[in-house]
């Protein structure tokens, strides 16, 4: 069974960091990224990274977002910083598990993310 525990959101002032975290465990992961939503808004991609360190990201989110994965722990990171008001969000930790000739998304519970002015 596929969990992600996700760790790290919460209440920062603009121009400030957060790191969140994501534990993955029940599989092997061909990819493992970040998503966010903002209220009223469509899920998007933020950054995602696969099982051999190939990264990619939101245009917006290459500058001020670092993404990285840790194999031996299946977990993965996404530093940010710099973040600004637009950035308030709850971010949501993705894997990605290839199944023979099909791919399958797992979602974590979400994290939320709050930047003041």
């Known amino acids: 069974q596929v969990q992600l525990v996700e760790s790290g959101g919460g209440l920062v002032q603009a121009g400030g960091s957060l790191r969140l975290s994501c534990a993955a465990s029940?599989?092997?992961?061909?990819?493992l990224g970040w998503y966010c939503q903002a209220p009223g808004k469509q899920r998007e991609l933020v950054a995602a990274i696969t099982s051999g360190g190939i990264t990619n990201y939101a245009r917006y989110a290459k500058d001020r977002l670092i993404i990285s994965r840790d194999n031996a722990k299946n977990t993965v990171y996404l530093q940010m910083n710099s973040l600004k008001p637009e950035d308030t969000a709850v971010y949501y930790c993705n894997a990605k598990v290839r199944r023979v000739y099909l791919e399958y998304n797992y979602w974590g519970q979400g994290t939320q993310v709050t930047v003041s002015s």
């Open positions: 029940g599989s092997i992961f061909s990819g």
